[in-house]
């Protein structure tokens, strides 16, 4: 699709948008708070469209996202706070700068390099909580919190960073780790165990532990 068409379609979206919170009842009763549920479910089932390897459902979910997007912006700029514009230029601004192997002269040879030259570079940006665990969110679900505070721990040097396997090799390690989870899940039922409340338990003391060390 060439960029005139793209930029035809994403201005119909936005007109599409301004015109349910003018008009719609339920458009006009919403903020961010009621709104990013929604968005959460929405991210969740992109998820699960592109595991599925589903095509038309992943161009489906994609545009259920694309709205939240937009919606979100639109409460940003009714109150002055931003546009879409800004939020665009938000990122592009962003991902210039921790892209350095891109768009400067840094090299990195690796996904992993990557993932942790852009972990250095984000500690470094104004308003960032400080700490090798800084801005991570309690409220993850307890699978992402706990992955999320190891690459924090990974990328400062801490434990061990994770190799790159080839395309094959993920494949059987995706399969492998989920039998795996799932015996663990089946084993903290039979223990009488809630397995959510026990990984964020087991994650939040591995941050403890590691937070003094790492932090400044």
Request: contains cysteine.
């Amino acid at each position: 699709m060439s960029a005139p068409a793209i930029t035809d379609a994403l201005t119909r979206l936005d007109a599409l948008t301004r015109r349910l919170r003018a008009e719609c009842p339920w458009d006009r009763e919403q903020d961010e708070r009621s709104i990013v549920p929604h968005t959460v479910e929405e991210a969740y089932e992109l998820a699960d469209a592109a595991n599925a390897g589903d095509d038309a459902k992943l161009l489906d979910e994609l545009g259920d996202v694309l709205f939240q997007v937009y919606f979100l912006a639109l409460l940003l700029e009714e109150r002055g706070a931003g546009d879409l514009a800004a939020v665009a230029e938000h990122c592009r601004q962003k991902l210039i700068r921790r892209h350095p192997h891109v768009f400067g002269d840094v090299e990195a040879e690796s996904a992993g390099e990557v993932l942790r030259n852009w972990d250095r570079i984000k500690s470094t940006e104004a308003g960032r909580e400080p700490g090798i665990f800084g801005e991570v969110p309690e409220n993850l679900p307890a699978l992402l919190y706990a992955r999320k505070v190891q690459r924090r721990a990974a990328t400062a040097g801490l434990i061990e960073p994770a190799p790159a396997p080839g395309a094959t090799d993920r494949d059987a390690a995706f399969e492998e780790i989920g039998e795996r989870l799932f015996a663990a899940v089946d084993e903290a039922r039979r223990l009488r165990v809630d397995p959510e409340l026990a990984l964020r338990a087991a994650a939040q003391r591995f941050r403890d532990r590691l937070s003094h060390q790492g932090d400044p």
